[in-house]
Each structure stands twice: as C-alpha cells, then as structure tokens.
C-alpha cells in the first residue's frame, strides 16, 4: 500500500465527476460551457487514473485504500480501495469516459446540461463499483449506475428508447434487490455470530453462513452479477438497450457496466460464498458456452449493424466466464485482461457504427456497403477493430482469449476445444460486419466528410491501445498476478479467505 502521500486519490476519483455534475446542473442553462466542463472532469479523473496505474504499476497487495466512519450506528463505513484488479478497470473507465464526451460533442443537440451532468453522474457511480469495499456503499454505487443510464436511454435514445429503458431497468432492479436480501441476510448472520455488525467486506467473508442458505444467498449474487455481465437466458435487455441508446451510452454500457457483474462476481460473489462458489464453477461453465455459441449465431443473423455488435458482447462476455470457470492462474488473467480488451474493441466498433450512422442515416447492413470507396480512412478502422474484436493475433483479443484458452485446457479439454470453435462462430459474424459495411457497390454517389479531427481523438487511442494490448500485454498483466493468486488460495482454503 502507498503511503508516500496523504492525497485521498480515490476519494477524488468519486469527488471529480459528481462536482462536474453538479456544475453542469448549476450551468444549465450554458450547454457549450456543460460540454467543456464534462470534458475537463473526465479527463481530470483520467490523470488521477493514468498517475495511479503508473505509480501502482509496481505495487502488490492493496495499492490505495482509504477509510472513515460513515454511519456508525449501523456499522456502515466509507471504505474504499485499489488493487491491481480494480485499477485496470479504473483505468479503462476513465479512458472511456473522455472519449463518451468527445462522441457526444455533436450529437447531443437537446438538454446537453442535463446529458452531461447523468454521464458524470454515471461516472461515479461506475469508478464506485470498482472501489467500494463496504457492501452498503458497494450497493450504493451499484444503484447511482442504473437512474443515470436508464435516463440517457430513454430520453436521447433512438425509436424504441423507452421499451429498452424499462426492460433495462426492470433487469437490473430485480436483480440488485435479491442482492441486497442477500447482503442483509450476511449483515444479520454476522452481527448474531461475533457481536459485530458490519457491512465491511473483510469482516463478512469470515461469517460462517449455513449450508442449506448458503447456495441461496449466493445464487442472489450470482443473479445480479449475471444480468449486468450478461449471461444467457437473462441476457435480454442487452441488445435492445444497445441498439437504442445514444452512441456514447452503447460505448459505456459495452466498454464498462458489463464489466461490473464479472468484477462483482470476483469481488465479492466468490469471496464471501467460496465453498458454493467453487461448485458452481461446472454451471458457469455451461452457460458460458451457450452465450458464446448462442449469442454468435444470432448475431450473425442481424441485419442492424449496431444490434450486431450488441450480440457479439454476450458471446465475448462468455469467453470471459469461461475463464472464471477454468478457474487458475493463466485463465483468470486472461479474462481480466479480456474486459479490459472487449472494453476498447467494441467500444469503439460502436463508436464507428455511430459516426457511419450519421453519414448514412442508416445502421442496415443492406442500405450500406462500399464505405471503403467513400471513406477510407474510417473504413480502414473499422476493419481494423474488426480485426482485433476476431481475435487475430498481434491485436488485443487474441492476448485475452489464448490466455483463456490455455487455461480452458488445463481445466477441462472439452471447455477449450469448445471454446476454440467459438472463435470460428466468432470470425464468421465479424467478417459479416466488415463486409456488409466497408465492401461491395455504394449505395449513392453522395460525397461524405471523411474522418473529422474530433473523431480521430476518439479513434487513435484506442487503435494504439489494441496495438500495446496485443503486442505487449505484461504491464496490464503484471498488477493481475497477486489479486488473482490470494483469490485463487482464498478458494482453495475455504470457507476462509478472499481478496487481499
């Protein structure tokens, strides 16, 4: 743990986005100066963030932690921490972060103070997930995410935007709530066993919870965590709050709250229920392969370019799970490492499909093609980051998903074998993608702007991130190996243990 300084980092991480949101509520009449002040915040948190990952980089253990009383009464307290899993994720949301604000700067043209202030907002509830270490302001944070996008969807969301907004929200909500019943239910256990009634999560994993409850409470965080990863079947709102959010709420909603149900799971589903938790390993198993099979061929089956996309993410998300499920050293860095990878390839596939979209005026595969005549230098990214969401090698995917792989094999043949035929589903439905919008006759002669500047602040960063990812993944990979080794012999020495 650093305690060079007395700079609460992490506390400023949370602190920055909610006074940009504050002040663009303040400012809400001013929607160019809500726009500059969204930018500054996001890019604000991105320093912070890059200045941890530089310092933490060569850190072990807990990195940052920060603690203070909260509400006593109740044994709630304000704790929150960094280690090398949470500060990738951090790190890829503050990235994402900035370049939503730079997505948005032209298409939001109505209620930009209040856009902003819920993306801020959203923000903060995001990097709260990823460092709260107290269930109460864990639940909390988890909560702040669902207003913010379910509002960003249903009000500057496309035709359907509020069928997509509720069922998002309905998913979401149901899930949480058996959360909480299940977070309460630790609460009290712990409180009758030991006298001490806490929400902390170092205290909670050591609560003895009763056989017969156990499989219950944990199966309530496992649902909650399965809908926001998400895992077939309860992966349906998905595609449509996809398809109808606004480009920036598409790229978060990919890149970062997906994120939030495989971190959950590793933060607090397997720690606390480590014995029920390992005998699911088999069932997360299974259904990761029917996400990455199931979700590959519908996918190929989309004639909607953007709802395309949304579909690949379940079946990417499956590769992740399935190296949760294998369960060791190489598969669990893999997947870690492929979050971070899915974050940037399919956030900026949707960031494409937007920019083509606003040219075009459509996102169907049959009233596009022949892009690469008309816009090269977009066509050319595009194909590029289809490139790297197939997997090939040299380009981020394929560190993640050969990771997952190996450790797929190691645990079970069959799961990797499986695993690499979902590769092949995967190339088809991508090269489907490329073809049906780069190649082939345009359809009109009308000229069409090429890349703007603005559009390339959004781009370059992300192809150079595929690049180091794919090319030279051991500065990502080295923060990862002792979070994943304590979860891996927390496990191993159930009922005890958990997360440094």
């Known amino acids: 743990m650093h305690n060079l300084t007395h700079i609460p980092w992490l506390t400023l991480l949370l602190a ?63 704790t929150v921490g960094m280690d090398g899993l949470s500060l990738l994720l951090v790190l890829l949301s503050a990235c994402l972060l900035v370049l939503s604000v730079l997505i948005s700067w032209r298409e939001i043209d109505r209620h930009g103070p209040l856009y902003y202030a819920l993306l801020l907002l959203l923000e903060t509830g995001i990097l709260g997930v990823f460092l709260a270490l107290d269930l109460v302001l864990f639940y909390l944070f988890w909560e702040v995410m669902l207003i913010p996008m379910f509002l960003l969807i249903g009000i500057w969301g496309h035709e359907r935007r509020l069928y997509a907004a509720v069922k998002f929200f309905l998913f979401t909500l149901a899930g ?9 239910g630790l609460y009290v256990l712990h409180g009758r066993q030991t006298g001490d009634w806490t929400f902390a999560l170092a205290a909670l994993q050591e609560t003895a919870v009763p056989a017969g409850l156990a499989p219950w409470m944990f199966g309530a965080f496992l649902l909650a965590f399965a809908v926001k990863v998400p895992l077939v079947p309860v992966h349906t709102w998905l595609p449509d709050a996809h398809t109808e959010a606004p480009t920036a709420g598409s790229v978060i909603l990919a890149g970062l709250l997906l994120k939030t149900g495989v971190y959950g799971l590793l933060r607090f589903g397997f720690p606390l229920f480590p014995e029920v938790a390992l005998t699911s390993l088999p069932l ?5 392969l029917i996400g990455i099979f199931y979700a590959a061929w519908i996918a190929y089956l989309q004639v909607d370019a953007k709802r395309l996309v949304a579909y690949s993410s379940v079946a990417h998300l499956g590769f992740v799970i399935l190296g949760i499920a294998a369960w060791n ?87 990797g074998a499986l695993g690499m035929a979902g590769v092949v589903f995967a190339a088809a439905y991508t090269l489907r993608l490329a073809q049906g919008v780069i190649w082939g006759e345009p359809r009109d002669k009308e000229p069409w702007p090429d890349m703007t500047v603005r559009e390339g602040l959004v781009l370059v960063p992300l192809a150079v991130m595929v690049l180091w990812l794919g090319l030279y993944p051991a500065p990502f990979l080295e923060p990862l190996r002792e979070p994943v080794q304590l979860l891996l012999d927390s496990l191993a020495s159930a009922p005890k243990g958990g997360l440094p």
């Open 16 to 78: 920055i986005p909610m006074a940009g949101a504050l002040l663009c509520l303040v400012l809400a009449r001013r929607p160019a100066a809500c726009r500059w002040i969204a930018l500054a915040a996001t890019v604000a948190v991105f320093a912070v963030a890059a200045g941890l990952f530089i310092q933490g980089n060569a850190g072990m253990g807990w990195l940052w932690w920060e603690d203070a009383p909260w509400i006593g009464r109740w044994g709630i307290r304000y």
């Open 176 to 184: 949480s709530l058996l959360m909480l019943l299940a977070i309460l």
């Open 284 to 288: 997360l198993a299974l259904l990761a």
């Open 329 to 415: 050293v190489t598969a669990l860095e893999g997947s870690i490492l492929q979050m971070v990878n899915h974050g940037i390839t399919t956030g900026a596939l949707f960031a494409l499909v937007g920019m083509i979209d606003a040219r075009a005026g459509t996102r169907r595969l049959d009233g596009l093609g022949g892009l690469w005549a008309r816009i090269p230098v977009l066509s050319a990214f595009f194909l590029f980051f289809c490139l790297a969401s197939l997997g090939l090698p040299g380009l981020n995917n394929f560190a993640g998903e050969i990771l997952i792989l190996v450790g797929a094999f190691q645990a079970r043949p069959i799961w």
